[in-house]
């Protein structure tokens, strides 16, 4: 499946400024995270991007990256605009979504995302296994799955942040998406929901318009970097595999 895995990063964010740029032990984040999307294998890797400084970071260092209007709603509009953009698109099967705020994303996890739509979704995503703690945490967002294939894809029944205490098919979900072009193209055109507005979750347009999602089931994935204080957790993980080496 000819893959296009396409990085929005942003360095206006609200809740942590220059976010791509921050540097874990002298690496910045979304230099990190591009080269784990070229270590998989699956394609050609793009940074979305509309701020110059990332640009020619990435650039500077061989990659691809594509410049972007800063007013876009959100990464997945700037995944498509960029996608828009290259010459050759119509070479794509599938347009992997990956979050630039990932720096210990496993390379084996960005295939995984493709597997829903080897099996027919025309929208894949990931999830992992999730605690009575993090269940209970309303910043982690959650999906209930319906197993459909013996195990291997799932499919999203819904998403969402606030608690249900309850942990019987319920998963952590791993923000990384794959599309067909058709399917992402047809998203973008959507109108915002009911429940992505009031739940503040994207992929409930999705769902909303009749979209369904498959899943992968994954262990063991990191976090991501939201805060400072996650940035510092990442930085502290990398400094004891180097030393565990």
Not at 76 to 91: Q, Y
Request: glycine share 6%; net charge neutral.
């Amino acid at each position: 499946m000819k893959t296009a895995i396409i990085i929005p990063a942003r360095m206006a964010s609200q809740r942590f400024a220059n976010k791509p740029m921050a540097k874990i032990n002298g690496i910045p984040m979304i230099e990190r995270v591009w080269k784990q999307g070229i270590i998989s294998k699956l394609g050609d890797v793009y940074v979305a991007c509309c701020e110059e400084e990332v640009f020619n970071l990435i650039t500077s260092k061989g990659g691809k990256a594509i410049m972007t209007d800063p007013k876009l709603p959100s990464g997945t509009d700037r995944v498509f605009a960029a996608f828009s953009l290259l010459e050759n698109k119509d070479d794509y099967e599938s347009i992997i979504n990956l979050q630039g705020d990932m720096p210990l994303i496993d390379s084996i996890n960005i295939q995984r995302v493709n597997i829903p739509l080897e099996n027919g979704y025309e929208i894949g995503t990931i999830a992992t296994d999730i605690s009575s703690d993090e269940e209970k945490n309303e910043n982690i967002t959650k999906v209930s799955i319906d197993w459909k294939k013996s195990g291997v894809v799932g499919e999203s029944i819904d998403f969402f942040k606030s608690s249900k205490k309850k942990l019987t098919n319920i998963y952590q979900h791993v923000g990384i998406y794959s599309f067909k072009p058709i399917a992402l193209k047809r998203f973008v055109s959507l109108p915002t929901s009911k429940n992505e507005i009031e739940r503040k979750l994207e992929q409930l347009r999705a769902l909303d318009a009749g979209l369904k999602i498959g899943i992968t089931y994954v262990e063991n994935v990191p976090i991501s970097v939201d805060t400072l204080e996650d940035l510092m957790l990442i930085e502290n993980i990398l400094k004891n595999r180097d030393e565990n080496q």
